[in-house]
């Protein structure tokens, strides 16, 4: 049993590097970020990778069935995780879970539903605090307004030192939140431009195949 | 205006074809493998996608059944008047495509004779 920590937006990279484990003799047992690997013969088996929103769990019993059916063993994923994971044996001929492009691109449609949400809850939350009139977020953009200490920057040698150090920690502290808040929205607007670009891209496959 | 359903891709115009008999993803996936002789097989994912929007899109419905964990469907009136505008549309170019070969083997003959 080994855990690996990691990160991925492409399905298609997510998918190799669980192969790549695999021909080592690692078999992924639970989703990302924190995988979770189980011994098995290396190279005996074919992982792929699915993205499914939010199912009931009607529907993800009858999902799972289907590829069940199908010669695939669901390895990791809840019907709310999103990612699913599926194991088939390496020698059987067909070792997909997509027999066309189209559907194929489709997973990334999926997930840019999910991100896209999720960055315009962030964007939205940014936008009400900064025209709510609270002073933290334009004060994010003027940094000579950090600190409060009055007469901080009239200070000189030890005495400015000082009083910096004192206050630095209660900046970081009045200011931390707003800036994870601006950071978590760009990787937010990043992943969805990211995704985008990888449903584009495995869309056209199809058309110039 | 034009059928916004047609021209059916391969996948959806053998499912319904599959689905004139009800039955789960499985099912259709066995009956798609061996109505084309092979040729065309379906995997899981692609099959749940193309389940769901058909459903989405009222070609095919959902019908009661004893098995809890398996969703059973069947084409609808819809589906079937779909599916038949598409046989006669490639039933048109089916006929085109024979007077083409009449025209090809006239030419073949005056090729020879020349």
Not at chain 1, 160 to 173: C, K, Q
Not at chain 2, 19 to 39: F, I, K, N, Q, T
Not at chain 2, 71 to 95: P, W
Request: aromatic share 12%.
């Amino acid at each position: 049993m080994s855990t690996s920590f990691k990160i991925f937006a492409d399905f298609d990279k997510e998918e190799r590097w669980l192969n790549q484990q695999v021909a080592e003799g690692r078999l992924v047992s639970k989703a990302g970020p924190f995988y979770r690997f189980a011994p098995i013969e290396p190279g005996s088996a074919v992982v792929r990778v699915d993205y499914r929103p939010t199912m009931s769990a009607a529907d993800f019993d009858d999902y799972v069935a289907l590829f069940t059916d199908s010669g695939w063993r669901h390895l990791a994923g809840t019907r709310t995780s999103g990612t699913q994971y599926f194991a088939a044996s390496a020698e059987r001929a067909d070792t997909e879970i997509f027999s066309d492009t189209s559907s194929r691109a489709l997973r990334y449609r999926r997930a840019l539903g999910v991100t896209g949400g999720i960055a315009a809850l962030y964007l939205l939350l940014v936008f009400v605090l900064v025209v709510s009139g609270n002073g933290v977020f334009s004060s994010l953009f003027t940094p000579g307004d950090w600190y409060l200490t009055p007469g901080l920057w009239q200070k000189e040698g030890w005495a400015f030192v000082g009083a910096f150090l004192f206050e630095t920690p209660f900046v970081m502290l009045r200011l931390g939140g707003p800036v994870l808040l601006v950071v978590a929205c760009g990787v937010m607007l990043a992943t969805v431009a990211h995704q985008w670009r990888l449903y584009r891209r495995a869309s056209a496959v199809g058309r110039t195949a | 205006m034009r059928d916004p359903y047609l021209p059916l891709t391969e996948t959806v115009a053998y499912t319904l074809l599959a689905l004139v008999e009800p039955g789960h993803g499985y099912a259709v996936m066995a009956r798609v493998e061996s109505m084309s002789d092979g040729e065309v097989r379906l995997a899981p994912g692609t099959m749940y996608g193309a389940l769901e929007n058909l459903e989405k899109q009222k070609l095919i419905a959902r019908v009661a059944n004893a098995d809890a964990r398996r969703k059973v469907y069947q084409i609808t009136e819809l589906g079937y008047r779909t599916l038949a505008r598409d046989a006669e549309r490639m039933a048109h170019l089916v006929s085109l495509f024979e007077n083409t070969r009449g025209d090809a083997s006239a030419r073949d003959e005056k090729e020879e004779q020349r």
